[in-house]
């Protein structure tokens, strides 16, 4: 009896805190006795090995167990979960459809194409680890500031006719958090990529692709912006209305990409060949990147223009 | 599931229950056998790995007082309520009368 009573309580014992462990551990071998004991008792016999063992079931894994002994913790709480639950599916889905895009077009175009789609498939996979990781920090430290601060107990109903950013007026109209979402997942991809934490694999195109030196003057304005472009959609994914200083930024700041995407484009050599691994025609290879990355500026300053656009519609219309 | 549903929401009502219990219990000296024991002869069963760890919450909180002495030959942790603890119980039960008056006009 005593051995598997002993060996219970060992195990329990690894997982209480020092201080307190052998002073639990003598309260439940005391239990435990007791149990046992009356148990004798009732029967006029010693209990089996079975008998003792389902005592202890009845007490529980010592893990568990010792797990009740502990403070109540929690990474992200009860308030802030859902909110981050939402967050992550959609930026995985994100990084999943990117991805996923990234693998077909390696399965299409590359000489070796499924030693080409499995190393897009790695990157993207720890790129996603990495992403998932910051979005749990992110959510940890809003859960931690607002358990410190009780920032959401101090919601105001009157802040979303006169809130923060608003000045006056009443908001403009509601945000879709799946829009903000998908935001702030393109610009992490973005700002990853830009400062090479994600590096889409070339070899398979024959050659190792590098944005040139040209690209140096864009660096900060684009980090910097992309920063900017986060918190103003942290704001958003909080507090998920439009309102005219929060239009406005985002006009400000999707002129400011206008002018990037611009300059960028009217810059010639942004992509260069840092090696080539087995290419025939390496030129080719640059010229197509050249010309990909010129189109996709292209598009990404149509875009932009449209929503400037668009914001101005709004705050005309007011 | 509806079983697993209704496991979930009994254990929701008796987490509050079990508190009020235990402190309205230890108005007389226990130790933790002996009060898994009566709450079990009064209805209320608890098993050990929620009763302890929910005593010594209890002690931490300043609701219990405990020491260690020696019955029948072997060490015992005897716990019993503490003079805050007798206040809060006051408190706890006034508002479980309240719980009570106001569930029974309900259903």
Same mark, same amino acid.
């Given at each position: 009896?005593?051995?598997?009573?002993?060996?219970?309580?060992?195990?329990?014992?690894?997982?209480?805190?020092?201080?307190?462990?052998?002073?639990?551990?003598?309260?439940?071998? $005391?239990?435990?006795?007791?149990?046992?004991?009356?148990?004798?008792?009732?029967?006029?016999?010693?209990?089996?090995?079975? $008998?003792?063992?389902?005592?202890?079931?009845?007490?529980?894994? =010592?893990?568990?167990?010792?797990?009740?002994?502990?403070?109540?913790?929690?990474? *992200?709480? =009860?308030?802030?979960? =859902?909110?981050?639950?939402?967050?992550?599916? &959609?930026?995985?889905?994100?990084?999943?459809? !990117?991805?996923?895009?990234?693998?077909?077009?390696?399965?299409?175009? &590359?000489?070796?194409?499924?030693?080409?789609?499995?190393?897009?498939?790695?990157?993207?996979?720890?790129?996603?680890?990495?992403?998932?990781? +910051?979005?749990?920090?992110?959510?940890?430290?809003?859960?931690?500031?607002?358990?410190?601060?009780?920032?959401?107990?101090?919601?105001?109903?009157?802040?979303?006719?006169?809130?923060?950013?608003?000045?006056?007026?009443?908001?403009?109209?509601?945000?879709?958090?799946?829009?903000?979402?998908?935001?702030?997942?393109?610009?992490?991809?973005?700002?990853?990529?830009?400062?090479?934490?994600?590096?889409?694999?070339?070899?398979?195109?024959?050659?190792?692709?590098?944005?040139?030196?040209?690209?140096? &003057?864009?660096?900060?304005?684009?980090?910097?912006? +992309?920063?900017?472009?986060?918190?103003?959609?942290?704001?958003? %994914?909080?507090? =998920?209305?439009?309102?005219?200083?929060?239009?406005?930024?985002?006009?400000?700041?999707?002129?400011?990409? %206008?002018?990037?995407? !611009?300059?960028?484009?009217?810059?010639?050599?942004?992509?260069? *060949?840092?090696?080539?691994?087995?290419?025939?025609?390496?030129?080719? !290879?640059?010229?197509?990147?050249?010309?990909?990355?010129? *189109? &996709?500026?292209?598009? +990404?300053?149509?875009?932009?223009?449209?929503?400037?656009?668009?914001? !101005?519609?709004?705050?005309?219309?007011? | 599931?509806?079983?697993?549903?209704?496991?979930?929401?009994?254990?929701?009502?008796?987490?509050?229950?079990? @508190?009020?219990?235990?402190?309205?219990?230890?108005?007389?000296?226990?130790?933790?056998?002996?009060?898994?024991?009566?709450?079990?002869?009064?209805?209320?069963?608890?098993?050990?790995? @929620?009763?302890?760890?929910?005593?010594?919450?209890?002690?931490?909180?300043?609701?219990?007082?405990?020491?260690?002495?020696?019955?029948?030959?072997?060490?015992?942790?005897?716990?019993?309520?503490?003079?805050?603890?007798?206040?809060?119980?006051?408190?706890?039960?006034?508002?479980?009368?309240?719980?009570?008056?106001?569930?029974?006009?309900?259903?």
């Amino acid at each position: 009896m005593s051995t598997l009573v002993d060996h219970y309580l060992l195990q329990l014992k690894t997982f209480l805190p020092a201080k307190q462990r052998d002073d639990i551990a003598a309260e439940l071998r $005391e239990s435990i006795s007791s149990a046992v004991e009356e148990r004798e008792r009732e029967l006029g016999r010693l209990l089996t090995d079975d $008998e003792v063992n389902g005592l202890l079931r009845g007490f529980g894994h =010592p893990m568990v167990v010792a797990g009740r002994y502990l403070p109540m913790q929690q990474l *992200i709480g =009860p308030d802030v979960f =859902p909110l981050y639950w939402y967050v992550m599916q &959609a930026v995985l889905i994100v990084i999943a459809v !990117v991805g996923g895009l990234m693998v077909g077009i390696a399965l299409l175009t &590359a000489p070796r194409a499924m030693q080409a789609a499995l190393q897009v498939a790695v990157t993207f996979w720890w790129f996603a680890l990495q992403v998932a990781a +910051c979005v749990t920090l992110s959510f940890a430290a809003l859960d931690y500031c607002n358990a410190r601060f009780s920032f959401l107990d101090k919601f105001d109903a009157r802040d979303v006719s006169a809130g923060v950013w608003s000045v006056r007026g009443a908001p403009l109209s509601a945000i879709p958090r799946a829009d903000t979402v998908f935001e702030i997942a393109t610009t992490v991809i973005l700002l990853f990529w830009w400062v090479e934490w994600l590096v889409f694999p070339s070899a398979w195109l024959g050659v190792v692709l590098r944005l040139s030196p040209a690209i140096e &003057a864009f660096f900060y304005p684009v980090v910097a912006l +992309c920063i900017v472009e986060l918190m103003r959609l942290g704001v958003d %994914l909080v507090r =998920p209305y439009r309102t005219v200083p929060r239009v406005a930024l985002r006009l400000v700041l999707n002129l400011a990409w %206008l002018t990037v995407f !611009v300059l960028a484009y009217r810059t010639e050599g942004l992509v260069e *060949i840092a090696e080539i691994v087995r290419s025939e025609n390496p030129e080719r !290879v640059l010229w197509m990147a050249q010309v990909s990355m010129s *189109i &996709a500026l292209f598009g +990404c300053a149509s875009v932009t223009a449209i929503l400037a656009a668009t914001d !101005v519609v709004r705050l005309v219309r007011r | 599931m509806p079983s697993e549903l209704i496991d979930k929401l009994r254990l929701e009502l008796r987490r509050g229950s079990l @508190t009020v219990a235990v402190l309205a219990q230890l108005r007389a000296e226990h130790y933790g056998y002996t009060l898994r024991k009566a709450l079990a002869e009064l209805g209320l069963e608890i098993d050990e790995g @929620t009763l302890y760890p929910l005593l010594r919450r209890l002690e931490s909180q300043g609701l219990l007082t405990s020491e260690w002495r020696e019955e029948d030959k072997r060490e015992k942790r005897f716990y019993r309520l503490s003079p805050e603890g007798r206040t809060i119980l006051k408190q706890l039960l006034d508002e479980w009368r309240a719980l009570n008056r106001a569930l029974d006009n309900i259903v």
